[in-house]
């Protein structure tokens, strides 16, 4: 198995890219305050609207990235093709076409071909972190036994 073929889930020094619609922004929170000791210990990107929202409210550190109407997400894009982002949870209102926001196409793309996880809606987004938090609880638990057989 090579290096870029290890699922990247577990992996904890890469970024969590948060991107959110107007409309889903206050779920988005919602949904971040349910997991905020894991996302104390992550690196968040965001454009800038997503992103000081979800510091404001929880109190995160987030890299902003520009406004979506700016092109913060092929900002993000261009992080997940270098490697640099973990998952993505793009919560988008799917009952409104919203012409000022951008198109996903580009980043669902991008997380195809790079593998990279992407939730589009609350349920998925929860399981992705709950799959981030698991890995971690994982990861910590073998290393405190692997000390433990030293």
């Known amino acids: ?22 409309t889903q922004r206050e779920a ?19 454009p800038y609207v997503t992103g000081t929202t979800c510091a404001d409210a929880l109190d995160l550190e987030v890299e ?5 109407v700016k092109g913060g997400d092929l900002q993000i894009g261009a992080m997940i ?3 640099e982002v973990d998952a993505v949870i793009y919560l ?18 991008v997380c195809d071909i790079q593998r990279v996880p992407i939730a589009t809606n609350i349920a998925t987004a929860r399981a992705v972190l709950n799959s981030i938090q ?13 000390c ?3």
């Open 28 to 46: 988005l929170i919602d949904l971040l305050a349910e997991f905020l000791p894991l996302l104390k210990t992550m690196r968040i990107v965001a």
């Open 92 to 109: 988008r209102d799917a009952l409104f076409s919203q012409p000022y926001n951008p198109d996903i196409a580009p980043i669902l793309r």
């Open 148 to 150: 433990l057989t030293l």
């Open 134 to 146: 698991e890995a971690r609880l994982r990861a910590a638990t073998i290393a405190r036994y692997a």
């Open 1 to 22: 198995m090579e290096q870029t073929d290890i699922p990247i889930i577990g992996r904890a020094s890469r970024k969590l890219a948060l991107i959110a619609h107007d």
């Open 81 to 83: 093709v270098q490697g």
């Open 64 to 68: 902003l990235v520009q406004s979506t």
